[in-house]
């Protein structure tokens, strides 16, 4: 989900399937990711996400990081980031969602019976009857987690700015400083 596909995602259904329950296929963790929408830069994937990302993917449940221990993880915990810093995520603009729905779209496009057609019920049902589970739902709420997280960052900046913008115009209107 950081990368904007699933670690397979490049593979046929079969081969998905296959690689999947293959404990020698490896995984790829790139560092950075492509910009989502135009006019962005890359973007640097924090080293401890890859970690706990890496914790999601173990094949063997038993080694396999638990939701708690997940929701414990310091990463979710981390206090006073840099402002300075690139966020984990991209943040959520107008533009960057307008690109997920075309890409979405698009991908409609290319495979217009992927959903539609018996086969490709039976492809998804037998992928999800393979795939774990729970994997799925430790992904889906780290990425839920990265969201609200990336989310709040930038409220906070934009409140930071806000405040700032608007004591300096009350107490430049005035000439005393704002009562607090």
């Known amino acids: 989900m950081i990368y904007g596909h699933t670690p397979f995602s ?7 399937i296959q690689c999947i329950q293959d404990p020698h296929y490896e995984i790829a963790y790139p560092t950075s990711i492509a910009p989502i929408a135009p006019g962005q830069d890359a973007f640097t994937v924090d080293p401890e996400f890859i970690r706990v990302l890496k914790s999601c993917l173990i094949r063997d449940p038993k080694g396999r990081a638990t939701i708690p221990q ?9 206090q006073g980031a840099s402002q300075a810093a690139k966020p984990v995520y991209p943040p959520l603009t107008p533009s960057l969602m307008s690109s997920i729905v075309k890409k979405v779209v698009e991908y409609g496009k290319r495979h217009p019976n992927r959903l539609n ?30 969201l609200l997280r990336a989310f709040m960052q930038e ?14 115009t009350s107490s430049s209107a005035s000439g005393h400083p704002p009562y607090h």
């Open 70 to 78: 997940l929701l414990a993880d310091p990463i979710l915990h981390r």
């Open 117 to 146: 057609s018996p086969q490709g019920v039976d492809e998804l049902s037998q992928a999800s009857r393979t795939i774990n589970t729970y994997c799925h739902c430790v992904l889906m709420i780290m990425l839920l987690l990265g």
């Open 10 to 16: 490049h593979l046929g259904m079969l081969q998905k």
């Open 155 to 168: 409220y906070q900046r934009t409140l930071a700015a806000n405040a700032t913008s608007s004591s300096s």
